[in-house]
């Protein structure tokens, strides 16, 4: 069974950097492309970041290119997802998803429970 477990939300200032985690169990991590997903209250979940099976290749959105950045250790089942210069729009709960293979992107059916980031001042 596929599991999937955030953390490392809180709430920030502007300007502001936080670091999340994922930890994957219940499949091959190492074959499978990740992502990283973010919902605002009101909104539709959006991918704010993906990543190739082997850490190749990355993929984000014009609005956190160059603020963020995705990685993962494949020996430790985990992908992150390092957020610098936070604005108030990077607010919302943050979900990882495996894709469905390797590559860049198609999303799973797999999410985890999420972890809320609140940018405020």
């Known amino acids: 069974q596929v599991q999937l477990v955030e953390s490392g939300g809180g709430s920030v200032q502007p300007g502001g950097s936080l670091r999340l985690s994922c930890a994957a169990s219940?499949?091959?991590?190492?074959?499978?492309?990740m992502g990283w997903y973010r919902q605002a209250p009101g909104q539709e979940r959006e991918l704010v970041a993906a990543i190739t099976n082997g850490g190749g290749f990355t993929q984000y959105p014009d609005s956190v290119k160059g603020r963020f950045t995705i990685s993962r250790e494949n020996g430790k089942n985990t992908v992150y997802l390092q957020m610098n210069t936070l604005k108030p729009d990077d607010t919302g709960v943050y979900y990882c998803n495996a894709g469905r293979g390797p590559s860049l992107w198609k999303a799973g059916d797999d999410w985890g429970q999420g972890t809320q980031v609140t940018v405020s001042s």
């Open positions: 219940g499949f091959s991590f190492s074959m499978y492309a």
